[in-house]
């Protein structure tokens, strides 16, 4: 048995087969999975209820298990601001966080290097954070 954070088979093999630089999107429930994600993405449904699993965290389950070198998220609109939820997951992430306005989020949500969409049951908006992967390091170097 798996003794690790995260036990969902298809999550698991997807950030198993990505590697340094590739993206893993964690969205909330209302982001289009449907048509925007990269060609190369396995897009994997934990929305089971409206508001569980959180982006928080799905996005903790995710940082213990890859080393994340940064992070993405979606400028609000106007009529969203400030973002509660945005400045949690900042909050979370030990990296450097940038916000770009939605149509270029979509744009690198679609890239050819998203390994792995995960779309939640946060029903809060402008949550989704795109992770760019990092190299692990060899501690004997």
Same mark, same amino acid.
């Given at each position: 048995?798996?003794?690790?954070?995260?036990?969902?088979?298809?999550?698991?093999?997807?950030?198993?087969?990505?590697?340094?630089?590739?993206?893993?999107?964690?969205?909330?429930?209302?982001?289009?999975?449907?048509?925007?994600?990269?060609?190369?993405?396995?897009?994997?449904?934990?929305?089971?209820?409206?508001?569980?699993?959180?982006?928080?965290?799905?996005?903790?389950?995710?940082?213990?298990?890859?080393? &994340? $070198? #940064?992070?993405?998220?979606?400028?609000?609109? *106007?009529? @969203?601001?400030?973002?509660? !939820?945005?400045?949690? %997951?900042?909050?979370?992430?030990?990296?450097? &966080? $940038? #916000?770009?306005?939605?149509?270029?989020?979509? *744009?690198? @949500?679609?890239?050819?290097? !998203?390994?792995?969409? %995960?779309?939640?049951?946060?029903?809060?908006?402008?949550?989704?954070?795109?992770?760019?992967?990092?190299?692990?390091?060899?501690?004997?170097?």
């Amino acid at each position: 048995m798996i003794r690790g954070t995260i036990t969902h088979p298809d999550v698991i093999a997807a950030l198993a087969r990505a590697g340094h630089k590739s993206t893993v999107l964690i969205t909330d429930i209302h982001y289009a999975a449907a048509t925007c994600v990269g060609p190369n993405a396995r897009t994997v449904f934990l929305n089971l209820t409206a508001g569980k699993p959180t982006i928080p965290e799905v996005l903790q389950a995710v940082q213990a298990t890859v080393v &994340v $070198e #940064h992070a993405t998220l979606m400028q609000p609109s *106007a009529d @969203a601001l400030p973002s509660p !939820l945005q400045d949690h %997951i900042a909050g979370l992430l030990r990296q450097p &966080v $940038e #916000h770009v306005q939605r149509e270029e989020f979509y *744009a690198l @949500a679609r890239s050819r290097d !998203l390994a792995l969409a %995960i779309v939640t049951g946060d029903t809060r908006r402008f949550g989704n954070v795109l992770l760019r992967l990092g190299a692990l390091l060899d501690p004997d170097v």
